[in-house]
């Protein structure tokens, strides 16, 4: 599921179900809530049929003044395979090795290169056995596979920290990974990521440990401090 900004007057949701298929749903304001009205606001991305969507993300930022099919959509499946959708066409990124095949979470990011006024989005897909694969979506065989762990990856976060973008990991036992993870430009003027890790958070023990939400801010006295919600309703200060 991917809910765009939009305007008042044109918001989109864009859904990948078990039937295999990508839609996109308008949510416009109509004066009678008519199942044919609904229906007219159904569009069929035509996702490739032989696998099925388990995340679907949004790339970049959203002009308001532009078209919903000028919008980058981009999904992960059952088969570990992440797709975008752009101009029309589905255009096959990346095939995750068969441990990130059945599970997997994802998360998007725009990013700003090192040195550089140029922006790249950015993909983080995490799996079962605690590996997250972080790629450019414009160069997506420049990615690095990261670890959080030997257990599953409940959830992915990107969020600007002290030290610049962040990506927290939620893995298993409660332990919050986290890098700072920068995208610069190398000799030969391709896209190079490097990921500096950061120490964990570990969350509070409960039945389903997992962060849900995060949000970085900053104190003179303590520099860099973590608010972070976690599965069972906690809200926790780092």
């Known amino acids: 599921l991917a809910v765009s900004e939009g305007t008042e007057e044109e918001r989109w949701v864009a859904t990948g179900g078990a039937d295999g298929g990508v839609r996109l749903w308008g949510l416009q304001e109509t004066e009678e809530k008519t ?4 229906t007219d606001k159904l569009t069929d991305l035509k996702f490739p049929a032989h696998s099925l969507p388990k995340v679907v993300c949004v ?12 919008s980058k959509i981009v999904v992960c ?9 752009s101009n029309g066409t589905w255009e096959n990124l990346w095939q995750g090795t068969p441990d990130f095949h059945s599970y997997c979470v994802m998360e998007t990011v725009g990013i700003n290169v090192k040195d550089s006024t140029a922006k790249v989005n950015l993909c983080a897909v995490g799996n079962l056995s605690g590996s997250i694969q972080v790629f450019p979506i414009s160069h997506p065989h420049a990615g690095i596979l990261l ?3 030997s257990g599953k990856i409940h959830s992915l976060i990107w969020k600007e920290g002290g030290a610049g973008m962040c990506l927290l990991a939620s893995g298993a036992g409660g332990i919050v990974y986290r890098w700072c993870v920068e995208v610069k430009l ?3 003027q391709s896209l190079a990521l490097n990921a500096n890790p950061l120490l964990p958070f ?11 939400a995060a949000l970085c801010l900053h104190s003179r006295s303590q520099g860099a401090l973590w608010v972070c919600g976690d599965r069972r ?3 926790l200060l780092y």
């Not at 790339?59 to 000028?70: P, V």
């Not at 499946?77 to 959708?85: I, K, M, R, S």
């Not at 570990?202 to 849900?212: A, E, F, V």
């Open 35 to 38: 199942e044919e009205a609904v």
């Open 59 to 70: 790339a970049g930022e959203e002009d308001e003044n532009e078209s919903w099919s000028q």
């Open 77 to 85: 499946t059952d088969q570990g395979t992440v797709y975008q959708y």
């Open 147 to 149: 670890s959080g762990g």
């Open 186 to 188: 190398n000799d030969g």
């Open 202 to 212: 570990r969350l509070p023990p409960c039945g389903k440990r997992w962060l849900l």
């Open 233 to 235: 309703g906690s809200l």
